[in-house]
């Protein structure tokens, strides 16, 4: 069943187009995702789905009824959504147990209300208010105070970015599970790409005209994107542009075998980090060579910064990502190889 369908939305605010002919469907109980830079209208979008904007143009139907349209606008009251906003809207002369039991209809929520608190995890701040706690704890008091009210549809907006980065990992973790329990249709808009495929069964990804460039699953996006501006989105790349010639597009790091409608064709490469594989190797190098600028441990792998020579023996900046435990000397040579999977040509 879908829980929300979004048909030919347009939307301009002061006689600027903020949303461009917007098209998709939310499935019951699933988590989709509105991924998109700053103003390309992802809250606006969010604002009309709970009825706080009029639709100018198109329509919006929750659970098969049509809620808004140039012809009808229901209530945002009467819509049974609720709507997380970033900084979460709690009642600060209400204690945690009582901002939770606040909705109307919470004693007769088939989520259990004592339930939900274990799931939030803070048993000994039931009494504080909100201003005692921090904000990964309201997070969660806000959060959980949204699916006690059973709305058909949860919206959030950018739920988690006033966190700190190991508070948003943990908070983004316990959101999820807390989400996949209550069995609520969720849309989530954030402008994490990586945050969008750890917590959405579907991303929308938008661009600055408010469009949507491209649908589907997390697996679907960042494996097949559809061009350099979906690329890009979910994280840095290099970046090289040439000439098809016999099949083959030639960089700096290697020659790239290419489709073969694309013979002639001008075209951009786009090779991830974890794609440009590296071997250390004594000078001289057999193959492509790379000079080693940097090496510098990020955790889970290494970031190697390298300068490798073009046709006209320019230097050319490249980033590889590779296991932790490798570490080459600044200055070394590692020979390079290029992991075709990681690699996506368009044409220029």
């Known amino acids: 069943m879908i829980a929300v369908e979004v048909k030919d939305l347009t939307h301009s605010i002061n006689n600027k187009?903020?949303?461009?002919?917007?098209?998709?469907?939310?499935?019951?109980?699933?988590?989709?995702?509105?991924?998109?830079?700053?103003g390309s209208g992802k809250t606006t979008l969010l604002k009309l789905i709970a009825g706080l904007e009029k639709v100018q143009s198109g329509k919006i139907i929750i659970n098969g009824e049509e809620v808004s349209s140039t012809a009808k606008h229901l209530p945002t009251e009467k819509r049974k959504i609720g709507f997380l906003f970033q900084?979460?809207?709690?009642?600060?002369?209400?204690?945690?147990?009582?901002?939770?039991?606040?909705p109307t209809?919470?004693?007769?929520?088939?989520?259990?209300?004592?339930?939900?608190?274990?799931?939030?995890?803070?048993?000994?701040?039931?009494?504080?208010?909100?201003?005692?706690?921090?904000?990964?704890?309201?997070?969660?008091?806000?959060?959980?105070?949204?699916?006690?009210?059973?709305?058909?549809?949860?919206?959030?907006d950018e739920p988690f970015s006033s966190l700190d980065l190991s508070l948003r990992e943990e908070v983004r973790d316990?959101?999820?599970?807390?989400?996949?329990?209550?069995?609520?249709?969720?849309?989530?808009v954030t402008h994490d790409p990586f945050e969008a495929m750890f917590i959405s069964n579907h991303i929308n990804i938008f661009d600055k005209s408010g469009s949507i460039v491209q649908s589907g699953t997390p697996n679907d996006l960042y494996n097949n994107p559809k061009n350099s501006y979906v690329t890009g989105f979910f994280g840095e790349t290099n970046k090289f542009e040439g000439v098809v010639k016999e099949s083959h597009i030639y960089t700096p790091v290697g020659k790239i075998k290419t489709p073969g409608n694309l013979e002639g064709e001008k075209v951009v490469v786009h090779i991830r980090?974890?794609?440009?594989?590296?071997?250390?190797?004594?000078?001289?190098?057999?193959?492509?060579?790379?000079?080693?600028?940097?090496?510098?441990?990020?955790?889970?792998?290494?970031?190697?910064?390298?300068?490798?020579?073009?046709?006209?023996?320019?230097v050319v900046h490249v980033h590889s990502h590779m296991p932790a435990d490798f570490n080459p000397k600044q200055s070394s040579a590692v020979e390079i190889e290029i992991d075709n999977d990681q690699a996506y040509i368009f044409k220029n």
């Open 87 to 102: 900084d979460y809207a709690l009642f600060p002369h209400l204690t945690v147990k009582e901002n939770l039991r606040f």
């Open 273 to 314: 980090p974890q794609g440009i594989k590296l071997n250390k190797q004594p000078t001289p190098v057999n193959g492509i060579k790379g000079t080693v600028m940097a090496s510098k441990l990020m955790g889970s792998f290494s970031f190697i910064h390298l300068s490798v020579l073009d046709n006209n023996n320019e």
């Open 105 to 156: 209809n919470a004693k007769n929520s088939t989520n259990n209300v004592d339930e939900i608190i274990e799931l939030i995890k803070l048993p000994n701040s039931l009494d504080k208010y909100p201003h005692e706690l921090s904000g990964g704890e309201q997070q969660r008091v806000a959060l959980a105070r949204s699916i006690i009210s059973q709305p058909d549809l949860l919206l959030l």
């Open 17 to 38: 187009k903020i949303l461009n002919n917007i098209n998709f469907n939310l499935n019951k109980d699933s988590i989709s995702c509105i991924l998109g830079p700053s």
């Open 174 to 188: 316990d959101t999820l599970h807390l989400l996949q329990k209550s069995n609520v249709s969720v849309i989530i």
